[in-house]
């Protein structure tokens, strides 16, 4: 074996070498950081014109984190150091976030809207809206629900009759008539030409884009009866931009997709293909992956759409990008060009924070659809005829009085009792302790509908006559007994003779149980749960 030989004059050289760049990566670092932190009048003299609170603030924000990094390069050089110094950078961003709005039961809701987009001025959100999804963020518990709703669901506003992906588009049209009639702006508009007219119909159409945008959110409010608290936006080119600015990003395809008429946007086709597998995808691929049809359902689509969002939510939150001030100034910029919230930065500061401790396995989703042995499978496609020969969905049992009930009682489901029908609450066994057949499976469909986790289907070694929910002696399978309740009529008995000791809701999950035993005198589920809707 041999060693090569370092003079020490040349190590000594190296690491004089190896100090300067320190030394340069502090001040430059420091620099920078202490630039953004300048005044607004130093700015100002920099030729630096925009200074509204959303820039100082963003100054700030990016002054702080070089300031930080600074702090990390110069004191905590060592491997350890680089860790903990990390930590710091991501402790500092974090303290700048903001508390976010809440519902009765301590969620924040979001609607997430992506549709086709393309100008690069503030009117470019005219289009159809291609994705739309509800995210309940429970902060405090840790979990997300995401409920993706498809384009083709009919619905009623005040100037729209049709598919719920047209409102925007059609809506704006309207508001922006109304808003070029108002004396003021007309004026404006008969007074200015060239550029400066297109820019000032641009900040009108803005303005009818943010009333339609509205509209949308309160009819997703009227549909599922739940309070939506923030709206974002992003449209195609954004969203490929902003995959590229986080570097990619990692799915795992489930099957191979193989779309010959992908829409290359210019009323051609762009084939795709996809092989099954993990990939590391780039935006362009990204956004073929999320918007293919081919051989698919929308639904399935959805379900894609909901995978992007989770390695989004994995990539954003890596210290690779939280402790890269470069990265962050290159995601705010295709963000501020391409994406319309009303969340505030401070806000979003604390949805990173969250998603950093969010386990993957809290995130539960689902997809509102035309299974009905499926979660969420409350539509149905009615005859193109009633509808001027569109292809729509509907809900399944369009009663006139109350056309979404179902599809609310749902919504409570995979929201607002997440912790108990979801798959973090306790399974449910059902048993068919009749002589007839197929009853516990057909209840089992039912509830698995609504959102439910059942894990057992099968018969009980006695047979009875009461329909019974044996539930273990603890809060949290006492709560799932009651719920069941709402759905058929049941004796709840609790079992006293359990492994859990206490009657506390910090038991373990493996010594709860919750056991449906169907008796002769077992009909069927109530056709809409008993579900209050105002609790």
């Avoid at 932190?37 to 100082?56: C, D, E, F």
């Avoid at 060239?194 to 309160?218: I, N, P, S, Y």
């Avoid at 930065?345 to 989703?365: C, G, H, V, Y």
């Avoid at 919504?411 to 029908?421: S, V």
Wanted: hydrophobic share 40%; charged share 25%.
């Amino acid at each position: 074996m041999s060693f090569r030989k370092t003079s020490l004059k040349s190590r000594q050289r190296k690491k004089k070498i190896l100090s300067f760049g320190k030394k340069i990566g502090i001040a430059g670092t420091l620099i920078i950081g202490m630039a953004f932190l300048l005044p607004k009048a130093a700015w100002n003299t920099l030729g630096k014109k925009k200074h509204s609170s959303r820039h100082i603030k963003l100054r700030i924000f990016f002054g702080i984190v070089f300031v930080f990094l600074a702090l990390f390069i110069g004191l905590l050089w060592t491997d350890s150091g680089k860790q903990a110094g990390k930590d710091m950078v991501k402790d500092a961003i974090f303290a700048l976030g903001a508390d976010l709005p809440k519902d009765k039961n301590g969620f924040t809701n979001f609607l997430i809207l992506g549709s086709g987009g393309g100008e690069s001025h503030s009117g470019k959100g005219h289009k159809l809206t291609d994705s739309i999804m509800i995210v309940s963020a429970d902060i405090a518990g840790r979990s997300v629900v995401i409920a993706s709703i498809p384009r083709d669901l009919y619905i009623e506003t005040k100037h729209v009759r049709g598919r719920i992906n047209e409102i925007i588009r059609d809506e704006s049209q309207y508001f922006l008539k109304d808003i070029k009639h108002v004396p003021e702006n007309a004026a404006m508009l008969k007074s200015l030409s060239g550029m400066e007219h297109k820019k000032f119909m641009w900040k009108l159409e803005a303005q009818a884009d943010a009333l339609a945008t509205e509209v949308m959110r309160k009819k997703i409010e009227e549909i599922f009866q739940m309070d939506i608290h923030r709206t974002a936006r992003i449209d195609f080119q954004g969203f490929e931009k902003f995959v590229d600015a986080v570097g990619g990003i990692d799915v795992f395809v489930e099957k191979t997709i193989i779309d010959p008429t992908y829409p290359d946007f210019d009323w051609g086709y762009d084939p795709f293909r996809l092989e099954a597998g993990e990939h590391h995808l780039d935006g362009v691929t990204a956004l073929k992956y999320a918007r293919s049809r081919h051989d698919s359902s929308d639904f399935d689509r959805a379900k894609r759409q909901q995978n992007v969002i989770s390695a989004l939510k994995e990539k954003m939150t890596s210290l690779e990008i939280l402790t890269s001030p470069s990265k962050l100034k290159k995601i705010f910029d295709v963000i501020q060009e391409n994406y319309i919230s009303d969340i505030s930065w401070n806000e979003m500061i604390t949805l990173a924070k969250f998603a950093d401790k969010l386990p993957r396995d809290q995130i539960f989703s689902f997809v509102l659809n035309d299974d009905p042995t499926k979660p969420g499978g409350f539509l149905v496609t009615p005859s193109r005829e009633l509808y001027g020969g569109a292809f729509v969905l509907v809900p399944f049992l369009n009663l006139e009085n109350d056309k979404f009930a179902r599809i609310r009682i749902f919504a409570r489901m995979i929201f607002d009792y997440r912790n108990i029908t979801g798959p973090s609450g306790i399974p449910i066994t059902i048993l068919n302790a009749t002589n007839r057949t197929g009853i516990a499976g057909q209840l089992a469909v039912h509830l698995e509908r609504f959102g439910w986790t059942i894990s057992t289907i099968d018969n009980a070694d006695v047979l009875s006559e009461e329909t019974i929910i044996r539930c273990s002696d603890t809060v949290k399978a006492k709560e799932t007994a009651q719920l069941l309740q709402s759905f058929f009529p049941a004796k709840i008995e609790v079992m006293k003779d359990t492994n859990v000791l206490d009657n506390s809701t910090d038991a373990s999950p493996d010594a709860e149980e919750v056991i449906v035993s169907l008796g002769s005198e077992y009909e069927k589920p109530y056709r809409i749960p008993k579900i209050s809707l105002s609790q």
